[in-house]
T-cell receptor, first 112, second 114 residues
Framework: KQEVTQIPAALSVPEGENLVLNCSFTDSAIYNLQWFRQDPGKGLTSLLLIQSSQREQTSGRLNASLDKSSGRSTLYIAASQPGDSATYLC???????????FGTGTRLKVLA | EAQVTQNPRYLITVTGKKLTVTCSQN?????MSWYRQDPGLGLRQIYY???????DKGDVPEGYKVSRKEKRNFPLILESPSPNQTSLYFCASSPRGTGRYEQYFGPGTRLTVT
């Protein structure tokens, strides 16, 4: 059964730091992995979609990597800013189904 | 503008009073889905639809109904709401449901059942 874990649950960093958020999954038979950002009380904004055939995907200061063999994805945020403060979620489709499973997220706070 | 819309955004109701939360997308997506988000439990999938007239249960379907009569709309129906259905609900859509495509989310509906 696919399980998705995000550690840590919360993270505080000073502005300007580079940081890494982690997403682990138990079943490596995934088509892709998607990273989202969620601001408090708001909807989910898609950040990056990384296909199973890719190892990395980049958008601006964000870089997502995927290692299926180890069941891990990381989201790297360069030069963090207070505006990056949000909850970051990862999600994978469950192999052989039309279902999706989400991690419980990492709540990031970037201090000015 | 390509988007997923939900209505209402906020709803307070009483136990047992039937309600419908609407979801609409203008991207001609085949796949649509409903999630609920609860503190400590994350997002859980309620129902999904692979195309018109094709729906299936997610992980937490009890107490909910859906229908997909048109491609753009996917309403969530609570026939007899109970307090444990108090939650933040999200609708999402994707070009197809094969797991190879990005999901796009609506802004959410905060439901309180008293």
């Amino acid at each position: 059964k696919q399980e998705v874990t995000q550690i840590p649950a919360a993270l505080s960093v000073p502005e300007g730091e580079n940081l890494v958020l982690n997403c682990s999954f138990t079943d490596s038979a995934i088509y892709n992995l998607q990273w989202f950002r969620q601001d408090p009380g708001k909807g989910l904004t898609s950040l990056l979609l990384i296909q199973s055939s890719q190892r990395e995907q980049t958008s601006g200061r964000l870089n997502a990597s995927l290692d299926k063999s180890s069941g891990r994805s990381t989201l790297y945020i360069a030069a963090s800013q207070p505006g990056d403060s949000a909850t970051y979620l990862c999600a994978v489709p469950i192999s052989g189904t039309y279902k999706y499973i989400f991690g419980t997220g990492t709540r990031l706070k970037v201090l000015a | 503008e390509a988007q997923v819309t939900q209505n209402p955004r906020y709803l307070i109701t009483v136990t047992g009073k039937k309600l419908t939360v609407t979801c609409s997308q203008n991207m001609n997506h085949e796949y649509m889905s409903w999630y609920r988000q609860d503190p400590g439990l994350g997002l859980r999938q309620i129902y999904y639809s692979m195309n018109v007239e094709v729906t299936d249960k997610g992980d937490v379907p009890e107490g909910y109904k859906v229908s997909r009569k048109e491609k753009r709309n996917f309403p969530l129906i609570l026939e007899s709401p109970s307090p444990n259905q108090t939650s933040l609900y999200f609708c999402a859509s994707s070009p197809r449901g094969t797991g190879r495509y990005e999901q796009y989310f609506g802004p959410g509906t905060r439901l309180t059942v008293t």
